[in-house]
């Protein structure tokens, strides 16, 4: 059991330099890593709470101009101050465009891992992605159910903005990464090092949100309105002309002259949306790693202005959930917590103790196929050798539990996964035994069946070849060695993925396709990226989308 132990642990900065306080602990995790803020029944606000199980959308506010007790006038109008009103913003300022940031709380969060193409380190490294290869891969990621031409504008633009943030780092003393790592094997889907990280100082002094809001407010032109939500849009002849907020003294109306970018970061926390727009999703995850306050009150007043929405609803999730054992997953779970191990290709069982898919997808194929099994949930087995088969595993992007080729760190090193282990298995969520007949025991699996799926197991190994569901061979792995040891593994969701229907300029569009003037969506509120899946082996997608366009909308805006 001695790796299992808990091991002092090394990263660059292990992001915000957060210790690893157990898995219930605070994490300060890097790249794609799910940033905790909140437990999930904390994370869905009262509003959405109240939201009606029939009516998500709910009736427009009607607001009194008795009631608006500060107006101001700006060109530019920024709705959140996350990772894409950020960006936005800092573009906005470094134009000379008057800016306001209307944001609910007293901060954002800036997601950390960036994807993006062609940028400097990328060719430092000496890393080119082939674009049409790519192109195809993300068109069948979407099942042909997503707009190439956002794709496009992302692939062309992403690199710079990549670029332009290395540049703003720099000036704080930070570094970004490029994680990159040439695959050694051939995988049955390819990974694209699009990633980028920021190697944030241990003492914690610095985040995505300190830099970029202090960036943008020392350009002059932006300023910050906290704990100040956006209410409603203020429409005017069929174009949007401001929105107004909710301040501490009443309503405030934003008058902006050049546009309005919405950008609130989707409606992961709003649990009672999600159940109407994706019942199957709500389904597959244990554990909500959404930030606070994405309600989908974004994407509610675009569609109040009478912006169209993606007619399929998608969500990011990632297998990393464990549940103690007996216990039912879902959207509604409370026991969830973080199992970064669970997106290696280990054996992986149904509760009847049975092999049900291909262990070697991305990371939310197994929670989809998981829909078809009991409980919807599905339990991951590992021997002692475990280390040795994670690196012959050769994972790539978030997943990799070990240095990247040109010296980028992991978004977690092995060490401290090992440490949360233990911890996890100090609180019961991973069970030991020195047998598959006693480690089905406390599974609660049936044994004959476990040992007849593990006896399989072990021959494929033997033979390196997989004839049941096609896992490539440098990705299997016996279970031979004692002790061993299993988990109850469900999803985590991060984001929502889903939103307003937008054209390449990133303007909102209403059902017919006509634009609303005035009315520009980005990030996770804005649509058209994603159906059904979210392409996680090009690591840091989302993100790099959501930071491509509000940089690209922004600076139209201020040159407008």
Not at 459 to 466: G, I, W
Request: charged share 20%; hydrophobic share 35%.
């Amino acid at each position: 059991m001695e790796s299992l132990g808990k091991t002092p642990f090394s990263r660059r900065g292990f992001l915000a330099g957060v210790a690893l306080a157990g898995v219930g602990g605070a994490l300060g995790l890097s790249g794609c890593s799910p940033q905790e803020q909140k437990g999930q029944g904390e994370t869905a606000s009262a509003e959405s709470a109240e939201s009606s199980a029939s009516d998500w959308l709910g009736s427009e506010p009607e607001i009194q101009e008795a009631d608006i007790v500060e107006t101001l006038d700006t060109e530019i109008l920024v709705v959140g101050a996350g990772t894409g009103g950020l960006f936005a913003a800092c573009a906005a300022g470094e134009l000379g465009a008057d800016t306001v940031v209307l944001e609910k709380f007293e901060g954002g969060v800036v997601r950390d891992d960036v994807g993006g193409v062609n940028s400097r380190l990328q060719q430092e490294n000496g890393y080119s992605i082939d674009k049409q290869a790519f192109m195809r891969d993300m068109y069948r990621y979407a099942a042909g159910q997503c707009d190439l031409s956002l794709f496009d504008i992302w692939f062309e633009n992403s690199g710079s903005v990549v670029d332009w943030y290395e540049e703003v780092l720099g000036q704080y003393g930070v570094t970004l990464w490029h994680e990159m790592a040439e695959e050694k094997n051939t995988p049955n889907y390819p990974h694209w090092a699009t990633g980028h990280s920021p190697a944030w100082p241990q003492d914690g002094s610095l985040s995505g949100f300190s830099v970029l809001s202090e960036y943008a407010e020392k350009t002059g032109h932006v300023t910050f309105r906290y704990n100040t939500p956006m209410v409603k849009l203020i429409v005017e002849d069929g174009k949007v002309v401001g929105a107004y907020g909710k301040g501490e003294q009443g309503y405030v109306r934003v008058n902006a002259s050049k546009g309005t970018l919405v950008c609130t970061g989707g409606y992961g926390s709003n649990v009672a949306m999600q159940k109407i727009l994706q019942p199957h999703t709500t389904t597959i995850y244990g554990r909500n790693t959404s930030q606070p306050g994405c309600d989908g009150d974004g994407i509610r007043a675009c569609l109040w202005a009478g912006a169209k929405m993606d007619e399929t609803h998608t969500s990011m999730l990632f297998d990393r959930t464990v549940v103690p054992v007996g216990t039912e997953g879902g959207c509604d779970c409370t026991e969830g917590t973080l199992f970064w191990m669970g997106s290696q290709p280990w054996l992986k069982v149904n509760l009847n103790g049975e092999r049900f898919c291909n262990e070697s997808g991305t990371y939310d194929f197994i929670l989809h196929a998981d829909a078809y099994q009991p409980s919807h949930m599905h339990v991951t087995l590992w021997d002692s050798d475990y280390e040795s088969y994670a690196e012959q595993f050769d994972m790539h992007g978030c997943s990799r539990l070990f240095p990247f080729d040109n010296g980028a760190a992991p978004n977690i090193p092995l060490q401290v996964v090992q440490g949360m282990n233990a911890d996890l298995l100090e609180k019961g969520y991973i069970q030991q035994a020195d047998t598959i007949e006693e480690l089905a025991e406390k599974l609660k699996l049936p044994i004959d069946a476990l040992v007849a799926t593990v006896e399989r197991n072990n021959e494929n190994y033997d033979n390196q070849s997989d004839p049941d569901f096609g896992k490539e061979a440098f990705r299997l792995s016996p279970l031979r060695k004692p002790p061993f040891f299993g988990v109850y593994n469900t999803g985590t969701l991060l984001c929502t993925l889903d939103g307003i229907v937008i054209n390449t300029e990133g303007q909102a569009l209403r059902d017919d396709g006509s634009i609303i003037e005035g009315l520009y969506v980005a990030g996770n509120d804005s649509g058209g990226f994603y159906s059904m899946t979210y392409p996680n082996l090009t690591t840091g997608n989302a993100c790099g989308r959501t930071v491509t366009f509000a940089r690209m909308i922004a600076q139209k805006l201020a040159s407008s």
